[in-house]
C-alpha cells in the first residue's frame, strides 16, 4: 500500500458539490477577469489575515514581484533574503534589477536568520524579504529594530493560516505575498496569488501594477504586469477558505503523530518557536542518510520530496553574485539532509503508521 505525498483529489471529493456550483455560477455570469468573486475573495483574505487590503494577482511569483516594486525596489538597489527557498524569493529580486544579499538560516526552524539581517545592511538595502518557509513564520520580533525606511515583506506562499505571536502571516510585514498554486495549504485550480497589507496607499499601487500600472484604463503611471486573479480560481478559493482551519488543525495533529513516533531516534522533527503557530505546508525532518531514506520511500511507493537541493546562492543562474560553497553552511546542510513527509490533512491512520515505520526502519538499519 503507497501513500502519496499529497493527494487533492481527497480534498476535492469533500466539496464537490460546492465547488461544481461556484464553477458553474462563474461560467454562467462570463466575467472571467476580476469578477465579482475576486473582490469577495480579497475582502475574505483580507479578513482572514486582519489586515485592511487584499489584492489578488496571478501567481505567488507576481505577489513577490509586484510587492517589491510597490515599495521602490529597482535596479541597483539590494533585498536581504534567505538562500533556503523555493526559487520565485530569489528571482523576484533579480527580475526587477536588484541583487538578492543572503544571510543564513535558523538550523532548528530553517527560517531565515532574522539576527544576521542587521550585519548585511548597507545604504543600498531597500527591503527585508523573509520566507515564512513550510508554514512556520520567521523571527518577526528580532526585525523589530529594522529603520523605518527598509520595509519587510513577507514571503508567506507556504504560510496561509500560520501565526507569529497570535498574529497572521501577511500582517506582519507592510506586506505579505501568497501563493494558491494546488499543492499549497489552500490551493486553487491553476496559479493564483495574493498581496495583503494595511497600507493603502501601498494597495493602491499593487492594484495598478497588477493591470499595466493604470488605474484608470489606458493611463498607466508606470510599466505594471499582466497579473490578475482569475474569477474561477477566486471562486474556488472562497469555498476552500471555509474549511482552513479545520485543515491546518488535521496537519498540526499529523505532525504531532510524527513527532511522537520519532521522539528518542536520531530524527530531527520540527522545530517550532515558542511564539509561533505552523500550519505544516510541509512536514520536513532531518535524518542520517536522507538520500538512502528517499530511495527506501520510493520503493514502498511513500511520497516525498527534497526541498531545496540546491540552496539559491548556488544557482547556476546566480554565478555573478560570487558566492561560493560554504557561504551558508547551514542552508547548504539543509539541502543535504531534509526531507519532506506526507502531511495533508486527509491522510488517515493506516498511512500514518506506514510512512513512520518506514522511517524508523530506515533509522534502524543505518544505526
Not at 121 to 143: C, E, P, R, W, Y
Not at 176 to 192: A, E, T
Not at 339 to 355: K, T
Request: proline share 5%; aromatic share 8%.
Amino acid at each position: 500500500m503507497g501513500v502519496p505525498l499529497l493527494d487533492i483529489k481527497r480534498q476535492i471529493y469533500t466539496i464537490r458539490k460546492e465547488i461544481d456550483d461556484v464553477l458553474r455560477n462563474v461560467i454562467d455570469q462570463t466575467q472571467f477577469i476580476l469578477g465579482p468573486e475576486v473582490k469577495i475573495f480579497e475582502q475574505n483574505i483580507a479578513k482572514y489575515c486582519h489586515t485592511d487590503h487584499a489584492v489578488g494577482v496571478a501567481s505567488g511569483t507576481d505577489a513577490l514581484i509586484i510587492a517589491l516594486q510597490a515599495v521602490g525596489v529597482a535596479k541597483g538597489d539590494e533585498v536581504i533574503t534567505t538562500p533556503y527557498s523555493f526559487f520565485a524569493t530569489a528571482s523576484a529580486i533579480w527580475r526587477l534589477g536588484a541583487k538578492p544579499v543572503f544571510v543564513d538560516i535558523d538550523p532548528h526552524t530553517y527560517n531565515i536568520d532574522t539576527s544576521s539581517v542587521y550585519e548585511m545592511i548597507s545604504n543600498k538595502t531597500k527591503a527585508v524579504l523573509v520566507v515564512h518557509l513550510f508554514g512556520q513564520s520567521a523571527d518577526m520580533d528580532a526585525l523589530s529594530s529594522l529603520p523605518e525606511h527598509i520595509p519587510v515583506i513577507e514571503d508567506a506562499a507556504q504560510a496561509l493560516s500560520a501565526k507569529w505571536n497570535g498574529i497572521h502571516a501577511g500582517n506582519l510585514g507592510v506586506c505579505g505575498c501568497f501563493s494558491f498554486f494546488p499543492s499549497k495549504n489552500l490551493g486553487g485550480f491553476g496559479d493564483g496569488g495574493m498581496i495583503t497589507t494595511s497600507n493603502s496607499e501601498l494597495a493602491q499601487k499593487c492594484k495598478a501594477l497588477r493591470v499595466h500600472g493604470a488605474l484608470q484604463t489606458y493611463i498607466h503611471e508606470e510599466v505594471g504586469y499582466n497579473s490578475r486573479l482569475d474569477t474561477i480560481q477566486a471562486a474556488v478559493l472562497n469555498v476552500k477558505l471555509n474549511y482552513l482551519d479545520k485543515w491546518s488543525e488535521k496537519r498540526r495533529q499529523n505532525a504531532h503523530f510524527y513527532n511522537t513516533m520519532f521522539q528518542n531516534t536520531p530524527v530531527v522533527t520540527p522545530k517550532v518557536h515558542s511564539k509561533a503557530t505552523p500550519i505544516y505546508n510541509q512536514y520536513v525532518i532531518r535524518t542520517p542518510q536522507r538520500d538512502l531514506l528517499r530511495k527506501k520511500l520510493t520503493e514502498m511507493n511513500i511520497g516525498n520530496a527534497v526541498y531545496y537541493p540546491l540552496p539559491l546562492h548556488l544557482q547556476p543562474c546566480f554565478r555573478e553574485l560570487h558566492y561560493r560553497e560554504g557561504a551558508f553552511p547551514e542552508a547548504e546542510a539543509a539541502s543535504k539532509e531534509t526531507i519532506a513527509l506526507p502531511i495533508f490533512a486527509e491522510l488517515n491512520q493506516d498511512e500514518l503508521n506506514i510512512v513512520a515505520e518506514a522511517v524508523l526502519e530506515h533509522i534502524k538499519a543505518v544505526s
